[in-house]
C-alpha cells in the first residue's frame, strides 16, 4: 500500500492534516503523521518504507532522502525549498516540490502585525508612529511580497518593489512602482520587506553596506530566511544608529540583538505560515500534487532537475 508520512516539527492545524488524511485515504493510500519529533533521528526512522512525504521547514538532508528507500515524491508545504537536499533527491530518483503561494498571505498579514507592534512601541502606551504615508520597498516582489504590495496600499504606504525576475510591467501590474537596484530602494524607503529566498547567492546579502544609507527611523522586517542577513553587520549598524529597527519571523542565530531594547523584535517561533488557512491551503495543496503525480506522473511545481 501507498504510504504518505507528514513530518512536521511544527505540526498543521488539525483540520488540514484531517483535509489531508481524507485526500490520500480516497486514494486507498495510507497516512502516517509524525510531530513535534525531537531529533533527525526520529525523521530518519520514520521514512524508512515510505512513498511520499509532505513536510515544511523540516530539514530533508542527505541523510534522511537516502534513509527512504522507498520514497518517489517530496512535498514542501509552503514556498521556500532551501531545507531540502534537491542534489540528494535528484541523485535518489526523488522528485521535490513546493506549494508556491499557498501560504503568502499569512506570512504577509504577520509582516504588517509585526510592523504595527513596532510603530506602535511594543503596546506600551507611549506615543508611536503610523504606516500610513511611509514608503515600504518590497525586496522581491513574488506571491509574499505581491500580498504585502496589497496589504501595505490599504495601509496608505508607498509602495515600492525591486525584482530581477520581473519586468517593470509586471511590477506595475501587481500594484508597485518597480525600482531597478537594492541599493535604490533601499536608500529611499523606511520600511524594507524581504522576501527572497535563502540561496548560494542570498545568504548574508542583507550587509551593512546596503542597509548604512536606509532613511532615517529605518525598518527591516524579515518574513524570508534568517540566512539573508549578515548578522554582525547589522548589529555593528544598530549600535552606531539608534534610530534603526530590526524585526523578524525566525530569530537570529546570533544574540547580539537583545540588548537593542525596542528597536529589534523576534517572534519566539518562526510563524508566519502558521495560520489555518495557510496550513489547510499548503498542506491539502501537497496532498494533492503527491496524488497527481502517483497517479498521472504530473511534476508540475518540480524544484529539481
Ligand atoms: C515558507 O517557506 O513557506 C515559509 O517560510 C513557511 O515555513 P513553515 O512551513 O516552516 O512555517
Known amino acids: 500500500m501507498t504510504k504518505v508520512l507528514i513530518a512536521t516539527d511544527k505540526p498543521f492545524a488539525p483540520v488540514a492534516v484531517n483535509g489531508i488524511r481524507e485526500i490520500v485515504e480516497a486514494q486507498g493510500y495510507e497516512l502516517v503523521l509524525l510531530e513535534k519529533y525531537t531529533s533527525q533521528d526520529e525523521l530518519i526512522a520514520a521514512v524508512a518504507d515510505v512513498d ?20 518517489k515524491v517530496i512535498v514542501r508545504a509552503g514556498a521556500g525549498y532551501d531545507n531540502i537536499d534537491l542534489a540528494a533527491c535528484t541523485a535518489h530518483n526523488v522528485v521535490a516540490m513546493n506549494t508556491p503561494g499557498q501560504n503568502s498571505n499569512a506570512v504577509a498579514e504577520l509582516a504588517f502585525g509585526m510592523m504595527v507592534y513596532m510603530a506602535r512601541n511594543f503596546y506600551n502606551g507611549k506615543s508611536g508612529s503610523e504606516l500610513k504615508g511611509k514608503k515600504i520597498g518590497i525586496h522581491a516582489y513574488g506571491n509574499v511580497g505581491q500580498n504585502v504590495g496589497r496589504i501595505a496600499r490599504g495601509f496608505g504606504m508607498e509602495v515600492y518593489a525591486f525584482d530581477p525576475f520581473m519586468t517593470d510591467e509586471q511590477i506595475k501590474n501587481a500594484g ?43 525598518v527591516l522586517v524579515n518574513t524570508a530566511r534568517k540566512e539573508v542577513i549578515d548578522e554582525e553587520g547589522l548589529a555593528k549598524l544598530m549600535e552606531e544608529r539608534a534610530d534603526f529597527h530590526y524585526i523578524t519571523d525566525i530569530a537570529p542565530d546570533c544574540d547580539c540583538f537583545s540588548k537593542f531594547e525596542g528597536r529589534f523584535f523576534a517572534t519566539p517561533k518562526k510563524m508566519g505560515a502558521q495560520t489555518e488557512e495557510a496550513n489547510v491551503n499548503a498542506g491539502l495543496a501537497a496532498a494533492h500534487q503527491i496524488v497527481n503525480f502517483i497517479e498521472k ?3 508540475k511545481f518540480r524544484v529539481n532537475k
Not at 535604490?184 to 548604512?212: G, R, V
Open 297 to 299: 506522473g504530473d511534476e
Open 176 to 218: 508597485a512602482t518597480p525600482l531597478h537596484s537594492a541599493e535604490e530602494m533601499y536608500k529611499m524607503c523606511q520600511y524594507i520587506s524581504l522576501h527572497i529566498p535563502a540561496t548560494e547567492q542570498t545568504k548574508k546579502s542583507i550587509n551593512y553596506d546596503l542597509l548604512k544609507d536606509m532613511p532615517k527611523g529605518a
Open 52 to 71: 511520499a512525504m509532505i513536510i515544511r521547514s523540516d530539514k530533508a538532508t542527505k541523510e534522511v532522502i537516502e534513509a527512504a528507500k522507498n520514497l
